[in-house]
């Protein structure tokens, strides 16, 4: 099974600030990384597919990089709304696999 | 507008079924893949099961091979998931989604709790 792996599990900002979620896949995934946002007792949301597609509804502040084993997720400008838990996911290959999360927190 | 509508979600006694379904509509529901994915308390994310559009193929991880099955009736635009034999381990919120690439839209989520 492909192991991803997300750097920090905690990571503290504020409001305005530029930030960069991290995603390593054990093996190589190709493009197939997507990102999740969720946020406390809601399903998650799709921000970025296929490592750096925008999902429909998006803020541009949110964009995606990587290819093959590491993955980045950035959020230009933080916003109150954005302090939540991101998930990576691989869909290159059977089992699907998702990161352990990123909690966003208020500095 | 796609939304997705779990139900079937309850307490059950370890060693017992349940099936849950997904109501879907604001797609063509029968050109989609779907998918389950669970949630356990305070844990994270994990994928259970998929099944192709038109119901050719299903893929499963390995913890829930033999005891789930995954299926979907296009005619009600619904999607299903049979849980037997369940195990502690699958007390979790469990997730429906449509997966063109990796889960797009999700439901709202139904709680199963396996305890006795």
């Known amino acids: 099974d492909i192991q991803m792996t997300q750097s920090p599990s905690v990571l503290s900002a504020s409001v305005g600030d530029r930030v960069t979620l991290n995603c390593k896949a054990s093996?190589?995934?190709?493009?197939?990384l997507n990102w999740y946002q969720q946020k406390l007792g809601e399903a998650p949301k799709l921000l970025i597919y296929?490592?750096?597609n925008l999902q429909t509804g998006i803020p541009s502040r949110f964009s995606g990089s990587g290819s093959g084993t590491d993955f980045t997720l950035t959020i230009s400008s933080l916003q109150p709304e954005d302090f939540a838990t991101y998930f990576c996911?691989?869909?290159?290959?059977?089992?699907?696999?998702f990161g352990s999360g990123t909690k966003l927190e208020i500095k | 507008e796609v939304q997705l509508v779990e139900s079937g979600g309850g307490l059950v006694q370890p060693g017992r079924s349940l099936k849950l379904s997904c109501a879907a509509s604001?797609?063509?529901?029968?050109?989609?893949?779907m998918a389950w994915v669970r949630q356990a308390p305070k844990k994270g994310l994990e994928w259970v099961a998929t099944?192709?559009?038109?119901?050719?193929?299903?893929y499963y991880r390995d913890s829930v091979k033999g005891r789930f099955t995954i299926s979907r009736d296009n005619a009600k635009s619904t999607l299903y998931l049979q849980m037997d034999s369940l195990r502690s381990e699958d007390t979790a919120t469990y997730y429906c989604?449509?997966?063109?690439?990796?889960?797009?839209?999700w439901g709202q989520g139904v709680m199963v709790t396996v305890s006795s």
């Open positions: 296929n490592t750096n």
């Open positions: 989604a449509r997966q063109p690439t990796g889960p797009d839209y």
């Open positions: 604001g797609f063509t529901f029968s050109d989609y893949n």
């Open positions: 099944i192709i559009y038109d119901g050719s193929r299903t």
């Open positions: 093996q190589n995934i190709n493009k197939y």
């Open positions: 996911f691989q869909h290159n290959s059977w089992p699907l696999t």
